[in-house]
């Protein structure tokens, strides 16, 4: 591997994985600090603890615990790429993580949801939507995705939460 790849982390399994979120790739603080949706701009987490009605945690340990207390599921699109910055349109040459081999492995995963419409691009550009599952883009918890309020994201991942 050129020492320029960046490279995910693995995934996080819910208890009994309901929901899978997959990102595209960390970006730079993430990785920096080896957690998913470490950058403070990033609303990821006070998103889905506000749809449970829960405070939420700074501590990541506390946040990990509670995806996978409500059966959620983390992981990214990319297994590999090239991306300068953390932009997501800056992805190149990634190679895919192994999705279909995830659900096989937790087949009760029903509802697969793209944390944007790049997680979604590049999923469809590498694999096929299996039967039986369901799945949903929703808006980008990204900073960089600023054309949207706290709100109106709240309310997009909470209809894609619910079904």
């Known amino acids: 591997m050129k020492k320029d790849t960046l490279k995910s982390f693995e995934p996080i399994i819910g208890l009994q994985p309901n929901f899978l979120i997959l990102?595209?790739?960390?970006?730079?603080?993430?990785?920096k600090k080896n957690q998913y949706y470490a950058h403070s701009r990033n609303i990821f987490w006070k998103i889905i603890y506000t749809l449970f009605n829960k405070n939420l945690s700074s501590n990541y340990l506390d946040q990990i615990k509670f995806v996978k207390e409500n059966n959620i599921s983390l992981w990214d699109v990319c297994l590999t790429c090239f991306r300068l910055g953390s932009l997501d349109s800056k992805i190149k040459e990634e190679i895919p993580n192994n999705i279909p081999q995830l659900l096989g492995n937790h087949p009760s995963i029903s509802t697969i949801i793209f944390n944007g419409k790049t997680a979604e691009k590049l999923y469809r550009k590498h694999f096929k939507f299996i039967e039986n599952k369901k799945y949903f883009t929703a808006l980008s918890t990204s900073a960089a995705n600023a054309s949207y309020s706290f709100e109106q994201k709240l309310e997009n991942w909470k209809?894609?939460?619910?079904?």
């Open 23 to 31: 990102g595209t790739m960390p970006g730079k603080e993430s990785l």
């Open 159 to 163: 209809y894609r939460l619910s079904n």
